[in-house]
């Protein structure tokens, strides 16, 4: 049985660990071992998930199964880089599951609880970022009523990979 709840201090140490690991799993053959090794050591430690998880702004969800986690999705203030962007404007920043445990619409309820969380917090539109060749994930989110606004680089240490941008207003 799958549950999902909001991360909380204690989750840190494995919310790096699982970042690091379904970001590697996902997309890692797309880059050369030190732009990979470079942005995992930037993004995905212990102490920046527990700044993460301190940030009043952010909120995490995890999907934990077994005693271990196995997906999570963060949401807070939108980020991207898009003119109509505005302070009021939320975002699903990240959203990942491992790969085994992928098609069962887990990704659809982590989704679910950062929108609502959003939308309980009066965040409006719904922004996000996703990369152009993720196919899947541009297609669960369209599910969920997102379109194609624009297109950005997202850099991976040298590397700077041709992300769209969605919105759901």
């Known amino acids: ?3 999902i709840r909001r991360a909380n201090p204690a989750d840190a140490a494995a919310l790096a660990e699982l970042g690091a690991r379904t970001f590697a799993a996902a997309f890692g053959h797309l ?16 102490a920046t998930a527990a700044a993460e998880l301190a940030d ?3 909120a995490i969800w995890v999907a934990e199964a077994g005693g271990r986690l196995i997906g999570y999705a963060v949401a807070g203030p ?3 880089p898009h003119p109509e962007v505005t302070p009021t404007c939320g975002e699903l920043k990240r959203i990942y599951i491992l790969a085994e445990a992928q098609g069962g619409g887990l ?7 950062a929108l609502d969380w959003l939308a309980a ?7 996000l970022g996703v990369f152009s060749e993720n196919h899947g994930a541009q297609r669960l ?3 969920r009523g997102f379109r194609k606004v624009g297109e950005y680089g997202f850099r991976v240490g040298a590397t700077v990979d041709h992300e769209f ?3 759901r207003d």
């Open 1 to 3: 049985m799958t549950t």
């Open 31 to 46: 880059y050369p071992p030190e732009d990979l090794a470079t942005f995992l050591a930037q993004t995905h430690t212990p």
């Open 56 to 58: 009043q702004s952010k």
């Open 78 to 80: 939108c980020a991207l």
């Open 107 to 113: 990704g659809q309820r982590l989704v679910d609880a």
């Open 121 to 127: 917090i009066g965040r409006s539109p719904v922004w």
């Open 141 to 143: 989110y369209a599910r």
């Open 165 to 167: 941008i969605f919105r």
